[in-house]
């Protein structure tokens, strides 16, 4: 069982900037990639950044390039997301995710973090 464990969320005003983080734990073995997504109230989830594990490449959702960076601790087995310039349509819960060598895409989630941004 892999199991990933997201902080760093709460509410926040417009401008702003947040950094979330994710530990993974478990049978962590063979990760390939590691990644953010989010759910706004009433919409499906979509994934906003993703990073490789072994060397660090990462890819971004078009809407958010630039504001968001992910990061990564492999030492840690810890993820990260920089959110800069908070808009009110970045609320949403954030969930930390993880693909393993095996797997074909990201089957392990975490419970997730609300941010929480006001106008």
């Known amino acids: 069982q892999v199991q990933l464990v997201e902080s760093g969320g709460g509410l926040v005003q417009t401008g702003d900037s947040l950094r979330l983080s994710c530990v993974a734990s478990?049978?962590?073995?063979?990760?390939?990639?590691m990644g953010w997504g989010r759910q706004a109230p009433g919409k499906a989830r979509e994934f906003v950044a993703g990073?490789?594990?072994?060397?660090?490449?990462?890819w971004y959702l078009d809407s958010v390039k630039g504001r968001f960076t992910i990061s990564r601790d492999n030492a840690k087995n810890s993820v990260y997301l920089q959110i800069d310039s908070l808009k009110p349509e970045d609320t949403a819960v954030y969930y930390c995710?993880?693909?393993?060598?095996?797997?074909?895409?990201?089957?392990?989630w975490g419970q997730g973090t609300q941010v929480t941004v006001s106008s």
């Open positions: 990073i490789t594990w072994n060397d660090g490449l990462t």
């Open positions: 995710a993880l693909q393993q060598r095996n797997q074909t895409k990201f089957e392990h």
């Open positions: 478990g049978r962590t073995f063979s990760i390939v990639h």
